[in-house]
């Protein structure tokens, strides 16, 4: 099933979202929670609420997962639908969800290293802040441009920044570049989905810093 949402996370962050529904569709068997729940990041990345909402049920049909219920939700808030998000939200306290905390983790010298959102717990926290301010200067001047978006809370527009680089995806490829040999390549894991965001970053950072990057998430 893992190579069949492969094929579906392909079509869908390439914005062909009804490509990637008739992929679906044309299974030999039905489609699990793992492929839908692909779908469904792909619809919140391109702002198809319709498409999306198709894909939680699907997934619900088959499992009530508090990770659907965040993606879905997500996907109205940024859409400006908050009506819509606050009866998404008041269904899961309801069904007693609870969203599990999201986290990244990268392996250097066989020791592990797991980081959360705005994580400053680790014993090198300092180098691995400053070399995210270093990188954001770096790849903002070959054009990056942060999609705040992606960013749920009410705040200013620097502010919403401030909180996408707190990810914690990005605050492990930070330390694994400044832990580990230019010529080795940087390997994250994250136990839920990247966001959009994360995912361009992670080109720049990778053309910036002349280093293969590889970010592995739950799909």
């Keep these: 099933m893992e190579h069949y949402a492969c094929m579906v996370d392909l079509l869908g962050w390439s914005g062909l979202l009804v490509e990637a529904m008739e992929f679906i569709n ?5 489609a699990d929670a793992l492929v839908c729940r692909t779908l469904l990041g792909a619809c919140r990345v391109h702002g198809n609420t319709e498409l999306g909402k198709h894909a939680a049920e699907m997934i619900l049909e088959q499992e009530h997962d508090p990770a659907a219920y965040i993606l ?3 996907l109205h808030a940024s859409a400006g639908q908050g009506r819509d998000v606050t009866k998404i939200r008041k269904g899961m306290k309801e069904k007693i969800l609870i969203k599990e905390a999201g986290y990244s983790w990268i ?4 020791m592990v290293h797991r980081f959360h959102v705005g994580d400053t717990s680790h014993p090198q926290a300092w180098e691995i802040y400053r070399e995210m301010d270093q990188l954001a200067s770096r790849i903002r001047e070959m054009g990056y441009i ?3 978006n992606f960013v749920l809370h009410d705040v200013e527009e620097e502010q919403k920044e401030q909180f996408l680089f ?3 995806e990005k605050i492990a490829v930070a330390y694994g570049i400044i832990s580990t040999t230019p010529l080795k390549p940087i390997r994250i894991f994250k136990n839920l989905h ?3 965001d994360c995912h361009t970053i992670m080109k720049y950072i990778s053309m910036a810093t002349g280093r293969e990057i590889v970010v ?4």
């Design 146 to 148: 942060p999609d705040t």
């Design 166 to 168: 707190q990810h914690s």
């Design 107 to 110: 392996e250097v010298e066989n």
């Design 26 to 30: 044309s299974m030999p068997f039905m």
């Design 216 to 219: 592995r998430d739950s799909n």
């Design 72 to 74: 879905f939700s997500n």
């Design 194 to 196: 990247v966001c959009g």
